[in-house]
């Protein structure tokens, strides 16, 4: 059975400002965060990847990934496949993609059997990608709703350069997940983090567990993406502006009692590129992790 690897790819990156941020080249050699995604989950085991990507960016994509990613991956016996997120009917006038919960359903027909999903611009760590691909080998076909959940500790994933979108959580004394509740405006303070509202700064606890969007999920979630779409887009508040996110969907799927969903704890630190200025950071990290041997200097030459 394939383990694979969702790479959403396809996010605008409006804090980015000017180029594709999922395309920045912020490794010693001239890689980016997703080579080193990829890198990790094929050495964890996962055997398969898809690129979720816009039409309107493949021959960029297959410029500064896919061809270079083809070749590892034939030479590693790795599958691989491309899904276009599309926005389909959308209102007119709406041009922002529909989310990541419609993202993946670009891959629904692409899919059947266990799967991992990351952003694109997100480094992860090597244990997070170890973690995922040891639960998603233990799923059982007669508990479809069991989803695992990489959480990061709120403090290791803020920027210096702004403010950030994450996924706060709660979480039972077993593990399992209780609540996550998507918050915007996240910024970094002398005391740790707060969330900068119009009321103020609210204090946030910097040691907290938050999702950044790497999740554990089975065909059956798909089958519910699927049908909570369409009532997504017909109790939609803003045609313009909302999008159908994953965490909001797990999260009504927990509270519902329908899914129940393994946080799996990770101290590693992350980074990427929200905006324009963290690109420097990212990049002095991978040269660090470079020097230290966590990574060789031609990436795929450790598999």
Request: charged share 25%; aromatic share 10%; glycine share 10%.
């Amino acid at each position: 059975m394939d383990i694979t690897l969702v790479v959403l790819a396809a996010g605008i990156g409006s804090r980015y400002g000017a180029g594709i941020k999922q395309l920045a080249r912020v490794g010693p050699s001239g890689e980016i965060i997703m080579d080193y995604s990829v890198h990790d989950a094929i050495r964890a085991g996962f055997s398969r990847v898809i690129f979720i990507i816009r039409r309107d960016i493949y021959d960029d994509f297959r410029e500064v990934v896919g061809d270079r990613l083809e070749a590892k991956f034939r030479a590693l016996g790795v599958k691989w496949d491309y899904a276009f997120q599309e926005l389909g009917d959308a209102p007119a006038g709406r041009t922002r993609p529909w989310g990541t919960g419609q993202a993946v359903l670009a891959c629904k027909d692409l899919l059947s059997g266990p799967f991992a999903v990351v952003n694109a611009d997100d480094y992860y760590g090597k244990s997070a990608y170890k973690a995922a691909y040891e639960f998603l080998s233990a799923s059982d076909p007669t508990d479809p709703y069991r989803f695992g959940m990489a959480g990061f500790v709120l403090k290791n994933t803020l920027s210096d350069a702004g403010e950030v979108t994450r996924g706060l959580c709660s979480v039972d004394e077993t593990g399992r997940l209780t609540d996550i509740v998507e918050t915007r405006h996240i910024m970094k303070t002398p005391e740790g983090a707060a969330v900068n509202g119009p009321d103020g700064l609210r204090p946030l606890d910097g040691d907290g567990l938050v999702s950044m969007n790497m999740w554990m999920l089975t065909p059956a979630f798909v089958s519910k993406l699927d049908e909570g779409f369409e009532r997504f887009r017909e109790t939609m508040a803003d045609p313009m502006k909302d999008e159908y996110l994953l965490p909001d969907i797990v999260g009504r799927m927990v509270r519902s009692g329908l899914a129940h969903v393994q946080v799996l704890p990770s101290q590693d630190r992350w980074f990427g590129i929200t905006h324009h200025d963290d690109r420097n950071v990212v990049e002095a990290a991978f040269r660090e992790l470079v020097a230290r041997g966590e990574y060789p200097r031609d990436l795929f030459s450790d598999i």
